[in-house]
């Protein structure tokens, strides 16, 4: 709102209002106070990161202005507009370890926003609005923001932009979120007038050392945000390390791709400081606007003329008061300080009316303190006054007064500012210990009320693995009646609140339910001092005259549970129509005038039904919440904040996690999977939940557990996607029985026969030891634990895949292999601890791997069906099976169903819960024609997926890129003559005649996206190809002539032999190895000492003295793969032995083997 104040109006004494405040509470509240309130009184600090603009918080060459305007854009950049997926959604918190997230920028910038993030301030609005900020400090234009976006709840799909891409790559991924190719171009020119290159990151781009602390700035003004990057680009001096330097060489130079891709036509219409200005705000504002489908964003935000904050009525000792706290923000920016006397506060009693007791219903008010923003400043005007109890208040306005006599009556929109005084916190007799958490919460309830239930929903932040964004959850706490004093009752209960961040949670305190409630709403717990002081009077208990049910002060709240998570929606507005007009009055002796402008009402903030959880970060010595008013606000964004519920009246000193369950033993906290249920057997919801009923409902299923507090999900195995979880995130307290844990949002709490082991024969990832397992089965009524041959949901920090196949020709994992007699899962997982799987074959034969080969698939668990040699309760896979696992953050092998895949495709959008659960104990099945991973385009074969390069293309030929057309035949035409092809993110296509060196093999369910021109073929996803190859084309480097030497060392060739799949044991049963540099030479020399060796898999080498009888000689034609460390040799092949003996032995073993 600007007030003009030049115009013949102010020489009468009267200024006419430009703008309309929003009408207060509005959702826009705390996002406008972090925005505007920058520096002096009442600072939010926000901006201190980056203001200046010079600031090098993440150390010496790291800008951090530089740093939030990247984080913004490569959170948004993985949008895909045209099928509604993602946009600015905060799911890079879970993205910064996938290759296109480099370096410690984002890290950092999301970490620096954490302790800003609230029900009211979702981390996507906090990424828009660093937006605002950085370009603002460092000069640039203001961009305008909007409120409203929904946090994530997962990573999204790959696909920010790289440097390597050619200019049809880049013109398609911008076109995907939703720019044009002018806009591709001013968006990157805008990005980039900031920061520069890290070596740290780009080595082949900046080599270290050649530019001071490694850093290479994009244009000589490295920390203002001008056109210096446009006008040096455009006469030849650019330094811009994307541009020139050996970034050309290597065809790195994106920003020269980009900006030269209309023969510069847009990048010199940018140049000009004004042009370059008005072109930066608009593509900015479109940036940080493209968000998921559902989402709807405010409009801009703007300051307050007139703005209350932190208001508080507390109960006084003096029965007779409401002490009345605060402060009103008046922004001076267009209506200096100087010509201000003070404000004026005209407010009416509960009931509506103007008798407030034996004095008036006005208080006077003086400046004490100022504060500005980056364009704006503000004055601070505290309120301190006592109230009278029988007559309270029910809403206020405000008059500012002029030095010139002049007064301006500013309402609230016609609305009056909004205080109920039926329910309030009673500060001082709350308390917090912020190093436990330990809170108690008192409210003061009008006596007309006291018979109503109270309660207190608390907002709170806890640590997630995988993300520096904490969780928002949320708990509701029964508060108990307490002594009545004079006019109010007191109410209070007491709890702890986890997380190590409980002064950055906040709290509603609500009386009643429905239409009648009222609440004193967003409650900062950094208001709360460390010690509750007693409320020293007691006296007769009086009823004060309530007000009205359709009096301002009865603000309706409604309370509602979801019917998935149980979280409690927390709602209260103020009555005010869609379309509302404001009324200022300037008052003179001689005039008055009225004027009214239309206000649309800002939108609630909603935020994501599942809230990312975060590690514990450092809490500003400074909190950067800010204390809101008592006034109720409504917020979608409550309603889906994972909660649970405390009674006070009930101890909960009993709430712990239980090791035993009638036969059934406790696993642990457990992740579910990734679009899919962990447990996919038969489901339950209701509100009564226990672990009791829970188990009942599961009888007959291996695993069971509870998640939300309410719901029961059973089942027989566990998804391979999902994976254990600290025993800490499963938070949240059953509905029949608040000694319980029930699970928490997306984690079950995990209960298994097959989870109860003897502590001498196996170990397995539990929340307890043996000791205390052992403890608790004799001192519960649980069962004494017994042995049976079961498969083990988790081994150490690994989780059971299933049975898998080994590899055509190839095995399966190809690191590390270990074999002995005394094998068990446990031996497995601890060897292979540096590896992502491993895997147990054979009952004595163990694989790591960091990968699992393509051609390696899923097998029935009944073909793994051999038992440990070391344990006979464990299974070690069977003959070329292997029983697999993998590390918690190791990526799933199982190909998805159409269903999963598109749930993964969908993964960063925002969907409600459904309603309510019912039970899923079977399948529906479809006939319609499902897309599917062609074996073949002739002349190619499939290979699987494929990760791109890091920092290359996998496949470094020519490429192209189709929107509409990408088919697999196209790609293949468009490739023939290479030995590959490979298509990606369903309209793009590369080419070559080799794979860089640090692509990898990925699991084919992170191929998933269908092709533009072929809805019924897959092509590729996020940074995978579908690839082929043409064996029919000569590598670029032809493979030696392998042969079988005769003699290895002391030995000679025997033969080909097999190995004994049907008696379960290996031919040469003696010490084993593998190695990548294997060769005959090798493994004759590690088998010193023993009669026979021999190679097999390329890679693998076995002993012994004898060669077991059910080994048979084949044709030597069988063993013709390639030793893995002497290209012209043979070492064996699939189940199939290269066999040499000593001379002495050769003759008499190999006629008894035969």
């Known amino acids: 709102m600007k007030l003009n104040g030049l115009s013949l109006l102010a020489l009468l004494g009267v200024v006419a209002q430009t703008g309309a405040d929003p009408t207060w509470p509005s959702s826009i509240d705390e996002v406008e106070e972090i925005m505007f309130q920058i520096a002096s009184t009442r600072s939010r600090k926000f901006a201190d990161s980056v203001n200046p603009c010079t600031s090098q918080a993440s150390g010496p060459g790291r800008h951090s202005a530089a740093e939030w305007l990247r984080t913004a854009f490569h959170d948004m950049s993985t949008a895909h507009v045209p099928q509604g997926l993602g946009g600015l959604d905060a799911s890079l918190q879970y993205e910064l370890t996938n290759g296109e997230n480099a370096g410690p920028g984002f890290a950092t910038t999301l970490t620096w926003m954490a302790p800003y993030l609230s029900r009211r301030s979702p981390m996507s609005d906090l990424i828009a609005l660093g937006v605002y900020t950085s370009v603002r400090a460092c000069g640039g234009p203001a961009v305008p923001i909007r409120a409203g976006r929904i946090d994530a709840a997962q990573a999204g799909s790959p696909g920010v932009p790289q440097p390597q891409n050619a200019i049809g790559i880049f013109r398609n991924q911008f076109a995907r979120m939703g720019f044009t190719p002018e806009e591709m171009i001013q968006l990157t020119a805008c990005g980039h007038t900031l920061g520069g290159v890290h070596a740290s990151q780009f080595p082949d781009i900046v080599p270290p050392g050649t530019t001071p602390n490694d850093h290479a700035s994009f244009d000589s003004s490295v920390a203002v945000f001008d056109d210096k990057l446009v006008t040096e680009y455009l006469n030849g001096t650019t330094q811009n390390p994307l541009v020139v330097g050996p970034s050309r060489s290597i065809n790195r130079h994106s920003d020269f791709k980009v900006f030269s891709s209309d023969a510069n036509a847009t990048i010199s219409a940018m140049a000009g400081a004004s042009n370059f200005g008005d072109t930066c705000r608009t593509v900015l504002q479109k940036m940080i606007d493209t968000v998921p489908p559902g989402v709807t964003l405010s409009e801009p935000i703007t300051p307050y003329l007139v703005k209350p904050v932190q208001l508080q009525l507390t109960l006084s000792p003096q029965l007779g008061g409401l002490d009345f706290t605060g402060l009103i923000r008046v922004r001076t920016t267009d209506m200096p300080l100087s010509t201000i006397q003070g404000l004026t506060i005209n407010y009416k009693n509960r009931n509506g009316g103007s008798d407030c007791g034996s004095g008036p219903c006005s208080l006077h008010l003086s400046v004490q303190g100022v504060g500005r923003g980056f364009d704006d400043t503000f004055a601070w005007f505290p309120i ?98 307490g002594p009545c004093v004079g006019s109010y009752t007191l109410f209070s209960a007491s709890t702890t609140i986890p997380g190590g961040r409980s002064v950055e949670a906040d709290f509603d305190i609500i009386s009643g339910e429905g239409s009648s409630a009222l609440v004193d709403s967003f409650k900062k717990a950094n208001i709360l001092g460390g010690a509750c002081q007693p409320f020293p009077a007691t006296g007769l208990c009086t009823t004060p005259t309530p007000s009205p049910t359709s009096s301002s002060s009865q603000t309706p709240v409604s309370t509602e549970s979801s019917g998935v ?68 606000l409504s917020s979608s964004m409550e309603s889906s904040i994972p909660s649970s519920t405390i009674s006070s009246t009930v101890p909960t000193v009993s709430l712990h996690h239980r090791e035993f369950i009638g036969e059934y033993r406790l696993v642990s906290c457990w992740t579910e999977g990734d679009g899919a249920r962990a447990l996919n057997g038969a489901s339950f919801a209701y509100d009564s939940m226990t672990l009791e009923s829970c188990m009942a409902n599961c009888a007959g299923f291996d695993y069971w557990g509870t998640e939300y507090g309410r719901e029961c999900y059973c089942g027989n195995s566990l998804h391979g996607s999902s994976s254990s979880a600290p025993l800490g995130e499963c938070n949240m307290v059953c509905g029949g029985d608040s000694t319980q844990y029930c699970g928490a949002g997306n984690r079950l709490e995990l209960y298994s026969t097959t989870a109860i082991r003897s502590s001498s024969t196996s170990s397995t990832s539990t929340s307890t030891s043996a000791s205390s397992a052992s403890s608790a089965s004799s001192t519960s009524s649980a069962p004494t634990p017994t042995e049976t041959l079961a498969r083990l949901p988790t081994v150490s920090n690994y989780v059971h895949v299933g049975c898998q196949t080994e590899g055509v020709g190839v095995r399966a994992l190809g690191g590390a292999a270990l074999a002995d007699d005394d ?26 791997g960091d990968s699992v080969h393509s051609s390696s698939e899923p097998a029935p668990l009944e073909e793994c069906g051999m038992t440990c040699a070391g344990n006979p309760f464990q299974y070690c896979g069977a003959g070329n099976r292997l029983e697999l696992y993998r590390a918690n953050n190791a990526p799933s092998i199982i190909v998805p169903t159409p269903t999963e895949i598109s749930s993964w495709a969908s993964a960063s959008s925002t969907q409600e819960p459904p309603s309510s659960l019912t039970i899923t104990t079977s399948t529906t099945t479809t006939t319609e024609a499902s897309p599917s991973h ?61 794979l860089h060196d640090t692509s990898l093999p990925a699991p084919l369910s992170e191929c998933p996206m269908l092709c533009s021109g072929n809805p019924s073929e897959y092509c590729g996803g996020p940074n995978r190809l579908t690839l082929y190859r043409n064996d029919d084309m000569p590598s670029e480097e032809p493979d030696p002539e392998p042969r079988q030497p005769p003699f290895a060392g002391d030995f000679v060739w025997v033969g080909c032999r097999t190995e004994p799949v049907a008696a379960g044991a290996r031919a040469l049963n003696g010490s084993a190895t593998a190695s990548d540099d294997m060769s005959n030479e090798a493994c004759a020399e590690f088998c010193d000492g023993f009669a026979y060796f021999g190679t097999e898999y390329g890679r693998e080498c076995f002993c012994g003295d004898e060669i077991h009888e059910e080994s048979d000689e084949v044709d030597e034609e069988e063993c013709s793969m390639t030793c893995s460390g002497a290209g012209d040799e043979f070492c064996g092949n699939s189940n199939r032995l290269s066999v040499y003996g000593r001379d002495e032995d050769t003759d008499a073993d190999t006629d008894m083997g035969s």
């Open 384 to 481: 301190a006054q006592q109230l009278p109890v029988s007559s309270g208040i029910s809403s206020f306005t405000v008059t500012i007064r002029r030095t010139d006599g002049s007064s301006l009556l500013v309402d609230n929109n016609g609305n009056g500012y909004p205080l109920q005084d039926g329910v309030f916190l009673q500060r001082y007799q709350s308390c917090l210990l912020a190093t436990s958490g330990t809170t108690t919460l008192s409210a003061a309830i009008r006596n007309d009320r006291a018979d109503i239930p109270v309660k207190a929903v608390v907002y709170y932040k806890t640590p997630q693995t995988g993300s520096v964004v904490p969780a928002l959850n949320s708990m509701t706490l029964e508060l108990t009646k």
């Open 565 to 632: 998570s149980s979280a409690t929606s927390v709602s209260s507005e103020p009555t005010v129509s869609s379309e509302s007009s404001i009324v200022s009055r300037d008052v003179s002796t001689s005039s008055e005038l009225a004027v009214s402008s239309e206000l649309p009402v800002s939108s609630e903030l909603p935020v994501s039904s599942e809230l990312p959880v975060s590690s514990e970060l450092p809490v500003s010595s400074e909190s950067p919440s800010s204390e809101a008013s008592s006034a109720p």
């Open 823 to 848: 094998m068990t899962l446990d031996m497995c997982a601890d060897f292979c601890s540096d590896f992502a799987y491993f895997g147990a074959e054979y009952g004595r034969e163990c694989y790591c």
């Open 934 to 994: 062609r074996p073949t385009v002739s002349p190619y074969i499939l290979v699987g997926c494929q990760t791109e390069g890091t920092g290359a293309r996998a496949l470094g030929g020519p490429s192209y890129a189709s929107g509409t057309e990408m088919t697999l035949d196209a790609c293949a035409e468009f490739c023939e003559g290479y030995r590959y092809f490979g298509t990606q993110y369903s309209a793009e296509c590369f080419c070559g005649n080799s």
